[in-house]
Structures are given as C-alpha cells and as structure tokens.
C-alpha cells in the first residue's frame, strides 16, 4: 500500500536515502532496522510528504503523500515527541485527531479510545508536561491513532521507555495489527524487530541491504548455527547449517549428556550484510 | 476554517496556561499603563486646586467665616498657621501658592461693609506665579464681597445693620463730621424704610433684583491636548501588551518548530497557510483582546474617555494587523526560542523607544518624531490617540491606519516566505 520506487534524498552532501525501493504490504508489520543515521527518520518523512526526493517516487493509496487527501489516511508517532506540554493527554489527542478531520462525537469517542489502548485513561485529564517519558511516549503514540489510520507510521516508539511501557507500547501494536491497520515501525534494537515485525527491511548508509521475515533473512544471512554438546567424551563446538544432522551424527558414536543450540540472530545477519555490529 | 479556528483555539488555551506568558501579555500592560498615568498626572497639575496658607490674626467667627467662603468649592485650598514666618517660607520653597494674611479688625469690618469700609487684607504670592496670582484675587474679592451680599439679600440684617449704625452715628456726636452726619442721618432712616417694605422670604430681598440676567450658551472648547494622562499612558499600554502578543506568538511558532509540533501538524492534511492562519489568528485576536482589556480598564478606573469608539475599533483592528505582521516576521529571525525570544525583543524595545512607546513623542524634539515614523510604534500611538484624544476625523485616521495594515501585509508577507518548516539547523 506504501511503496518506494528508488527513492534517493541528499542533504547537500550527506546522502540520507540512497535508491531505496519497498513496498509495504497491507496488514503487516515492517520493520525498518538500522544503526543511527541509517537514514529510518528521512525515510519515514519521505513516507508522510515532509520531504520530497530528489529522485523517485513515493506512493501510497494510488497518490502522493504530499497531497493532504492522502496523508488523512495515515498516522505518524515522530521520533521526537511531538506533544503540547502545557495541553492534557485528553487535549492533545483530541487536538490532533480534530486536525484530521474528526469532529463532534466521533472525536471524542475515538479520542478516548486511544488514551485507553495506550493506557493513560487514568492521566488524561493531567497536563502532558507532568508524564513520564513512557507515559509521553505513549500518549505521543495515542496523538498518531485517533483518527484510525490505515498506515500507521511508528519512528523509534520506544525510545527512552521503560520496560513497562515499552511492553505496553508492543502490546498496543499487535492490537492494532489485529485491527488490520499497517504499521512501519522504525528501530534500531533487533529484539523488538525480531519480536513484533512480520517482515524486517535491513538499511545501513541510506541503502536497502536486505527485506524479507526474520526467518528468511537469518537463513540467508544469518550464517551457520552454532552447536554446543557434552559427551562422555568432552564438549564440542560445531558450527552447522543443519545442527539437528549434527546432533544425530554425534549421538550415533557418543552418549549425548547435553547440548545447547544457538541461532544467528539479526545481529549476526547485521554483521554479515555490513561487516559491522548494530552498535558500531 | 475550522482547522484554523481549532488552531487558534489552541494557541490561546497554551497562552492562559503560560504563567509568565500570560501577565506579560495582560497584566504587564495595565501595571505600565497605570503606573505612568499616575506619574504624568503628579507632574501635571492638571486642574487641581489652589493650596494656600493662611494666617489668621483676627480669630474672630467673622475671620472663619471668610476662611470658610474662600475655601467653599474646589478651587482652594486653605490650611491655617500660626507661624507667620513658616507660611512665608512655604511660599518661598514652593510648597503653597500663597500667604495670606488676615489682620486684627478684620471680623469687624467684614461684618459691617458700610460703617467701616472693606476690611484689609494681605496676600504674599511669589510673583512668578502670575496665573495663580489672578485668580487668587479674584477668588479673593469674591469672598471680601460676600458679606455685602448677604446683607443685600436679608432685610433682617440689613435693617438690623441700619439701626446698629445709626446708634453709632449718636454716639459718635460731634466726632463725625457733620456734613456727613448729615446725609447719613438723611440716607439711613430712608433706606431704613425701604427695607421694611422689602418682600420677606426666600427670593426676597434685593437678591431678586440684583441677579444679573445672563444666559448661558456652551460652545465646547477646541480640545488639543488630552483630558488625562491616562489618555496617553493607555495607548502607550496598549503598544506593550501588542509587542508582547507578536513576541510572545513569534516565538511560539518557533517553538512549534523545535518541539516537533509544528511537523505533526504538517503531516496532518491541513495546510501550511491554515498552519500559519491559526497562529496569526491567534495572534490577532489576543492583540484585540488586551486593547480591549485596557481601555475597559482605563475607561472604569481612570476615566479615559475616547472621542470616537468607532474610530478607535478600526485604529486597534489596524494595530493588530501590523503587529501579527510583524509576529511573523520574528519568528523567522532565530532558531531556538531563545534566540527568536532575544532577538525579537531587542527590535521590539528599540520600537517602542523610536515610536513613543517609552517616553510619549510630543515630549521629543520634532527631528526624533520625525525618526520616529519608521516605527510601526509611532503608528499605533498615533491612530490611538488620534482616536482618543485627538480628534481625527475618518480622513485624518486614514494615514496612520494605512501605514499600519502596510506594515502589516508587508511583515507577514516577508515571515511567510521566510519561515522555515523543518528543524534542519
Ligand atoms: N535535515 C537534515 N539536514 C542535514 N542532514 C540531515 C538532515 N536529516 C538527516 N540528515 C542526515 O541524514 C542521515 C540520515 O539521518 P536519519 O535521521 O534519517 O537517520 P536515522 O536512521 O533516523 O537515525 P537515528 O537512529 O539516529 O534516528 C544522517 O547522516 C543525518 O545526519
Ligand atoms: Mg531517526
């Protein structure tokens, strides 16, 4: 529903996005996954019609996010907070779904709702000002659904979040993934990639390396697995494509007392596309 | 436009709840305003009484009753000493505008114009003072021609007066001179006469008679200058809290820039004109808001009575006009708040002082009002006080409100084209 067709964006000479092509199906979760200035944030403000490449073109909906019509079907939680202080959870909310379109009774209804998915139904009438960085997190998550977008658009949401909320905050997402809505969900911790998103689209430098489940891209570029046994023998260390074969293999000759299995992770998928760790 | 009108709403909801934001914007103005007016009015002077010190020798009922007539009414002020030599010096330092001076006798004569002549009196006045000196003199003649007015205008007294001289006339004997005696014994018994056949009671006398026939037909004097000082200290009120509203929302919509707002409302399907018309909106509508507040606070409190309501509405329409210009174009001139806050203020201080916002511009000579006219300052003064005070007419109203909408599509114009939408530094 939202595709980029060899996108490319330069801020004079740094290159944030370089010849990026997706597409993001309905219904699912896309990860986009990258070390800092990998160049998620530009992407996401190319998505939502902030920014307009310099090459390409972006699509969502049959049209363009620049046209206002288009962006009323979308909902974006910016990386950095994007809340009035001095306004109440309630009042932010509703003032934002107002600026989508809502009104009257709708409004307040879905307002409300979204303040209650988030969990801050018991806040909402406390000024923003007063929350904890989790709660505004989440309230900042709130702002961006109200209006039930078909896209929702998820820049780092759990940016200096407790464990709590960041709990809460991936709770709140499958529930809304349950409700058919699409999400793009920024991020540079592989765990919360791993754990929520059907598909994992891996960019470094701007560029697309890899997109495809997390499964599909441990086995592409995961690498081997890594086998751990205690024999009456010893201990082994074997690295395997198949360690279920390895383990048969081993325990045709030796009395197997225990094993451990270790599957690449997107760590290592990171560190074989790009040479680097995650945290580099 | 409802987009805009939400937006607006909510920039005016972030201003009530702003603290420091909201005194200066409301409370500020009126502080400033009060305050000066009440200075100007000390130095002024304007219309209050007379003070004068006096001395009263006599200390007679006749004496205090005199004292008591000069002081009727709200022109004088009379404060009794004893010291004559301290009353001397008051008048010397300054502190009253005369001495005046009551010697022993003076009951007596007061009591009976006719048998002793007018009573003496004496008014020390520093001679400077020329205006006062008059009509001191004539406040004071006033009062010494009082006492023959009551007589004329009671039989009772005046036949009373007319026997009472008569008696001393025998008295006096071969004392007096007696071509005098003469007619005073001719004169007396026939006024005597005519006083008993005198109508008694209220508009008896010779009062009736001796009303002057005058009628009276106002033609209102030709106001050049303000009733109060408040006339001037308001306007200029009204000019700080619109430099505080285009601050204030100048460096609000940086502030939506730096706090990631301004780009949630750009992903939002409203436009970047109906971002700006919300603020501007805002903008405008508090600008109003505070003229409104403080003339309603000059007119209660102060008595500051504008010339022309309908001209004042389109002065302050105007002024706001220049000034969310005016916001706009602050907003561009800094990045952070900080720097917008300060550099927005350093302009708006040098046009305030440039157009009479600090010291009102008739009190500068005619090169510095001159100068003056680049400030849109000058402007807002000027058509307030044209309203206010100075009697514009709808022609005369036309320049200063012209300049101001000018200043006004002008600066906005600029601002809009400047403003930077992303948080790029
Ligand atoms: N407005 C801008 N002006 C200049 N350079 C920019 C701008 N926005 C982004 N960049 C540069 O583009 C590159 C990509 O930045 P971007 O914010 O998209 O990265 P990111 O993946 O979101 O990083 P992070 O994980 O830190 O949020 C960076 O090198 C950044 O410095
Ligand atoms: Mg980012």
Redesign the interface.
Known sequence: MLAFHNVRKA?RATVAVDGLSLEVRRGEVLGLLGPNGAGKTTSVNLA????APDQGRVEFAGGSPQQ??V??R?G?A?Q?????D??TGE?NVQ??A????L?GAPLRQRSAQAIALVGLDDRRRQ?AGTYSGGMKRRLNLA?AIAHEPELLILDEPTAGVDPQSRNAIFENIVALRARGVTVIYTTHYMEEAERLCDRVAIVDRGRLLALDTVRGLVAAHGGHSRLHAVTERGEHTIEADDPVAELNRLQASERLLRFELERPSLEAVFLNLTGRTLRD | MDAVLALALKDLRLLLRDRVGFFFTFFFPILYASFFGMIFSGQAGQRSAIRIHVVDHDATPESRRFVERLAAGDRLECAMVENEAAANDAVRRGRVAACLVLPRGFGARYAHPFARGLPEIELRIDPSRAAESGMLQGLLAGALFGSVQDLMTDPNALGAMVDQSLAELDQAGSQVDPLISGALRAFLPALRAFVERMPRGAGGGLAGAMEPKITITPIERQRFGPRNAYEISFPQGIVWGMLGCAAGFGIALVQERTRGTLMRLRISPVSPYQILAGKALACFLTTVLVAGLLLGFGYVVFGVRPGSWPLLSVAVLCAAVAFVGIMQLLSVLGRTEQAAGGIGWAILTVMAMLGGGMVPLFFMPTWMQQIGSISPVKWVVYALEGAIWRGFSPAEMLLPCGVLVAIGVVTFAIGVRAFSWSDAR
């Open positions: 801020f939502v019609g902030l920014l206002a019509a962006r009323r979308m974006v910016p950095s907070l994007a809340i009035y001095e306004l009042e003032f934002f107002r600026m989508h379109g009104r000024r702002a």
